[in-house]
């Protein structure tokens, strides 16, 4: 599985951007994938899942309200909308992919598992 996410820029706080995670190989049928960021000199956190299994989306509750994650219908690539952007969302923005191979969700993928599938990250700067 080969992931790539795309999307980053410069913006100024208040604004919107939307990210792509883009698969190679055809749809990811059964898989969580997972958003993740990592700023300077900070640890990896998880910022949003979804399941392409029934599309359930998952966000992580520091950002509900302005992230919201969602697949396309051919099930190969993964948005993160992301609005009213603030300096602290600053990051290199990751997704990653973990196959459903055992019962789990999303929200006990991304902050339990380390995800086996992992693209190249994109940078989201916001400016103040």
């Known amino acids: 599985v080969q992931l790539q996410a795309s999307g980053g820029g410069l913006v100024q706080a208040g604004d919107s951007l939307r990210l792509s995670c883009t698969t190679s190989?055809?749809?990811?049928?059964?898989?969580?994938i997972g958003w993740f960021r990592q700023a300077p000199e900070e640890k990896r956190e998880a910022v949003a899942c979804?399941?392409?299994?029934?599309?359930?989306?998952y966000v992580d509750a520091s950002i509900k309200g302005r992230f919201t994650v969602s697949i396309n219908d051919a099930k190969n690539t993964v948005y993160l909308q992301m609005d009213n952007l603030k300096p602290e969302d600053t990051a290199v923005y990751y997704c990653?992919?973990?196959?459903?191979?055992?019962?789990?969700?999303?929200?006990?993928?991304?902050?339990?598992?380390?995800?086996?599938?992992w693209g190249k990250g994109t940078q989201v700067t916001v400016s103040s």
């Open positions: 990653a992919a973990e196959p459903q191979t055992r019962p789990s969700t999303c929200p006990r993928t991304i902050y339990l598992s380390e995800l086996r599938y």
């Open positions: 190989g055809g749809a990811l049928e059964n898989y969580y």
């Open positions: 979804i399941s392409t299994s029934d599309s359930r989306p």
